[in-house]
């Protein structure tokens, strides 16, 4: 849908010129520009997603890990304690030694995916990056070269403009945070 929206504006910048300001070639290049930021917040938001959702699913694991080691403990625990209530000591070295060794293996199956899920996240971040300069591309394709501009120079620059729109999402979500922070809402 995205990419229809800047295939038809590119394609009425081509097909009527007259009816904006500036040249052709400025134009598709701004609406590259603007592709490029759109797809730059997009992607964000699922990189957000993907970090925020592998840092919750981790945190949920081990905290269920945790409690199931707990319960073993309790149960353990308990049962020794009935075997031990002639040798006490005992009971508690086989206790301690228990919960020492559970606690291990607990340790040792805490999930820990931050790498795998900055790889996933750098991997959306990427393919949002690319998907807006192939939507700038595809646009450009659909509406044609404008006539009198060096095709070669337009595509590189429209690629470009997407790129660099894409960036700008950057600066744009800076401004938003520095914003709700000195505003924030009631």
């Known amino acids: 849908m995205r990419e229809a929206v800047s295939a038809t504006l590119m394609n009425d910048v081509v097909k009527h010129p007259d009816r904006f300001s500036g040249t052709p070639a ?29 840092q919750l699913s981790d945190k949920d694991y081990n905290e269920q890990l945790q409690k199931r080691a707990d319960m073993f403990n309790s149960v353990f625990g308990s049962t ?12 508690e070295i086989i206790n301690g030694v228990t919960e020492m060794v559970v606690g291990e293996v607990v340790e040792g199956a805490e999930r820990n995916t931050a790498a795998e899920t900055a ?39 429209v690629a470009g403009e997407a790129d660099d729109g894409f960036d700008h999402d950057e600066h744009l ?3 938003a945070k520095d914003f709700y922070q000195r505003n924030p809402p009631e």
Do not use: M
Request: proline content about 2%; cysteine-free; charged content about 25%.
């Open 119 to 157: 790889d996933k996240a750098g991997q959306a971040s990427f393919a949002a990056r690319e998907n807006a300069v192939e939507q700038a591309r595809n646009g450009l394709s659909v509406a044609g070269i404008p006539a009198g501009v060096d095709e070669t120079d337009l595509r590189r620059n």
């Open 26 to 54: 400025e134009n598709l290049q701004n609406i590259a520009y603007g592709t490029g930021t759109i797809e730059g917040i997009l992607g964000d938001a699922r990189h957000d997603e993907i970090v925020t959702g592998g």
């Open 80 to 91: 020794v304690g009935l075997a031990t209530d002639r040798v006490p000591v005992a009971g």
């Open 173 to 175: 979500l800076r401004n």
